[in-house]
């Protein structure tokens, strides 16, 4: 064989991931070889600041309606990601929306690990996974917690997913915004180590949803906020009128709940007593887009 010849690249089939993997085995044992979770989801809380910012992540979709606040958001989330992951990756792989059949790049997960590649040497390989239907998110037809949840989960998140196999071998870093029973993440490392020959996967999410007041074996699991510098991620208060920047404001009417502040003045007015005369006069959303 001359040595200029090489292999014919073989396309092969994508392969649909539920009749592909052993949702039993999936449940006894976990493929990804390190995870973490950078903080704490907790549904409908008033208080949870670290809550209302994942939300705040995950709503600024498109991206390019939400700049700069999502891409401040983005390194944010993605100095905690390489502080706890370490930057020795070949692959940084997300999981795919639930409104998603691929990965669109303008959403907020699409930026985040855009940011974490460009921090580290790692790369994203492109239209790895896909689905064929969109559904509805996970926590509208599923148990969250309870001893068959992890099942559930497994084959709802594998029902029409595929993997367009390609050996890449080397670590991928595996993000996903939200945990519940660690499903999604399972199903995609078990399929890169499968049908992709990647070798460790460090799975990272930003947060979990939290269970039973806490006592969900999780531990205290709280964000560290304290690089959270830009004025527009800040915590304000909001109340049925405006929002506020002082907690304790007299303006305050009721329970005022927490919320970051560029949501806060997209939803609201900023309170005449603690909020106007620290605003800028033009909102964020009236500046440019293309910082
Ligand atoms: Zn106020």
Known sequence: MPSWYRMPVMNKPPIPLHNAIDIAALCRMDPCDESAVLGSFWLKSRKSFESKLVKAFKSCNPVGAYRPHISLLCQFYSEL????????????????????????????????????CARTSAVSPSEMFYRIGVRPP????????????????????????FIRPKQI?????????????GASMRIY?????????VDRVFAINLAATRFLAGKDGRGLLKLDTGSLAAE???????????FHIDQNCPAITGKAASEVRFVAERNHHP????????????????????I
């Open 232 to 242: 527009s991620l800040a915590e304000v208060w909001v109340d049925d009128r405006a």
């Open 189 to 197: 490392a078990f399929a890169l180590k499968e049908f992709a020959g």
């Open 81 to 116: 990601i390489i502080a706890r992951a370490g930057t020795e990756f070949d692959w940084v792989v997300r999981v795919l929306g639930s409104q998603e059949m691929r990965a669109e790049p303008d959403r907020p997960q699409s930026a985040l690990i855009d940011m974490v």
């Open 138 to 161: 996970m926590r509208s037809v599923a148990r969250l917690a309870g001893p068959d949840a992890l099942k559930a989960r497994l084959q709802y998140a594998a029902q029409d997913l």
């Open 169 to 181: 071998g080397g670590r991928a870093l595996l993000i996903d915004d939200i945990a519940n029973t």
């Open 271 to 290: 309170c005449p007593t603690c909020a106007v005369q620290k605003s800028s006069k033009r909102r964020w959303w009236q500046f440019g887009r293309t």
